[in-house]
């Protein structure tokens, strides 16, 4: 079963140009003290404002997908499925105190009484036992405070050590434009490249004010992988049109972040740097500014992700993520 572990003492800007050396000197160092990714940390104590009134009753982690399988499956699930279907073995939820106890019942194994009134079908047995299949996989990390989404990566630096690490968003789900699915894209380019690497999908101006954003250098003979140039959270059409244009994209079209990050463990000491200097935005420590820190200190790359992906935690989000899982023909009787 998983564990709980102990949370950290609490104790800037979205924006960052990065200065670095030739790409040529860098890219496709092999570097043999890494290790493959075999944990993810996935934040979840946020509190899901956009969805409100809903979120005063329901966690927005655990609303409903109906996937194509028929399977009523909270967002939680589906985002530890996606890491486990990637070959991910550790998954770390960051979770709020309050939230322990619910957490801990969904991934717990199924009662008998409850398990015999579904035995008849084995497609309702399948599903409600999968919960506590995965619960082998998951540990349970305290933030005591929602201080932004840095700050809930950061509460997970004891459990992830030196190992790298797969950052997943609490709210984002993800379908596949082709057979692997999408974390194990970012994975496979991870083992590939040996430094970090985040997804990033193409958005048009006027949705980048929701994502952060990035710009960069294209690499030769890899299509759609790119040297991280600078990083903006959520900009304005203005700023993007003067510093965010990259080389063979068409115009108003820029690369946003996908919602998943392979990374060293390199970005928690940056985090963790930001914390003891104090380097805030809005009283929140932010994971863009600690991609900026380790961007300027290594080859840090970005991946377009082949597949969708889907903010359940706002509205238009959730019912575009609703109509996708469901498949195109939709659920039908049986």
């Given at each position: 079963?998983?564990?709980?572990?102990l949370?950290?003492a609490?104790?800037?800007?979205?924006?960052?140009s990065?200065a670095?050396?030739?790409l040529?000197?860098?890219?496709?160092?092999r570097?043999?003290?890494?290790?493959?990714?075999?944990?993810?940390v996935?934040p979840?104590?946020?509190?899901g404002?956009?969805?409100?009134p809903?979120?005063?009753?329901v966690?927005?982690?655990l609303f409903?997908?109906v996937?194509?399988?028929?399977?009523?499956?909270?967002?939680?699930h589906?985002i530890v499925?996606?890491?486990?279907?990637a070959?991910?073995?550790?998954?770390?939820l960051v979770?709020a105190?309050?939230?322990?106890?619910?957490?801990?019942?969904?991934?717990?194994?199924l009662?008998?009484?409850?398990?015999?009134?579904v035995?008849?079908r084995?497609?309702?047995l399948a599903?409600?036992?999968?919960?506590g299949e995965?619960s082998d996989?998951?540990?349970?990390?305290?933030?005591d405070?929602?201080?932004?989404?840095?700050d809930?990566v950061?509460?997970?630096?004891?459990?992830?050590g030196?190992?790298?690490v797969?950052v997943m968003?609490?709210d984002?789900l993800y379908?596949?434009?082709?057979d692997r699915?999408?974390?194990?894209?970012?994975?496979?380019a991870?083992?590939e490249?040996?430094?970090?690497v985040s997804?990033?999908?193409r958005?048009?101006v006027?949705?980048?004010?929701?994502?952060g954003t990035?710009?960069?250098r294209?690499?030769?003979?890899?299509n759609?992988?790119?040297?991280?140039d600078?990083?903006v959270?959520?900009?304005?059409?203005?700023?993007?049109?003067?510093?965010?244009r990259?080389?063979?994209m068409?115009?108003?079209t820029?690369?946003?972040?996908?919602?998943?990050h392979?990374?060293?463990?390199?970005?928690?000491?940056c985090?963790a740097?930001m914390e003891?200097?104090?380097?805030?935005?809005?009283?929140?420590?932010?994971?863009t500014?600690?991609?900026a820190m380790?961007?300027?200190?290594?080859?840090?790359?970005?991946l377009?992700?082949?597949?969708?992906?889907?903010d359940?935690?706002?509205?238009?989000?959730?019912?575009?993520?609703?109509?996708?899982?469901a498949?195109?023909?939709?659920i039908?009787?049986?």
């Amino acid at each position: 079963m998983f564990l709980s572990v102990l949370r950290l003492a609490h104790s800037s800007s979205g924006t960052a140009s990065i200065a670095k050396p030739e790409l040529s000197r860098r890219i496709l160092r092999r570097h043999t003290g890494l290790k493959r990714i075999r944990k993810a940390v996935i934040p979840l104590a946020g509190h899901g404002l956009r969805m409100l009134p809903a979120t005063l009753a329901v966690r927005k982690a655990l609303f409903p997908i109906v996937d194509a399988r028929g399977r009523v499956c909270p967002v939680l699930h589906l985002i530890v499925e996606e890491a486990v279907n990637a070959g991910i073995e550790e998954i770390g939820l960051v979770i709020a105190p309050e939230d322990e106890a619910m957490v801990r019942a969904y991934f717990s194994r199924l009662p008998d009484p409850l398990k015999s009134a579904v035995g008849h079908r084995a497609d309702l047995l399948a599903a409600a036992e999968s919960p506590g299949e995965l619960s082998d996989k998951v540990t349970l990390i305290l933030q005591d405070r929602p201080l932004g989404f840095g700050d809930a990566v950061l509460r997970a630096k004891s459990w992830v050590g030196g190992d790298p690490v797969l950052v997943m968003l609490g709210d984002h789900l993800y379908l596949s434009g082709e057979d692997r699915c999408c974390a194990r894209q970012l994975l496979d380019a991870f083992a590939e490249l040996q430094a970090p690497v985040s997804g990033v999908t193409r958005k048009s101006v006027d949705g980048i004010h929701h994502f952060g954003t990035v710009s960069g250098r294209p690499v030769p003979r890899w299509n759609g992988l790119y040297e991280l140039d600078t990083v903006v959270e959520k900009p304005d059409p203005g700023l993007a049109r003067e510093r965010l244009r990259v080389e063979g994209m068409p115009a108003d079209t820029y690369l946003c972040w996908f919602g998943l990050h392979a990374m060293t463990s390199d970005i928690l000491e940056c985090l963790a740097r930001m914390e003891r200097d104090g380097a805030t935005d809005g009283g929140e420590l932010q994971l863009t500014g600690a991609q900026a820190m380790l961007s300027a200190q290594r080859a840090y790359f970005a991946l377009e992700v082949n597949g969708d992906h889907f903010d359940t935690g706002s509205p238009e989000g959730y019912v575009e993520a609703v109509a996708a899982f469901a498949g195109p023909t939709g659920i039908t009787n049986k």
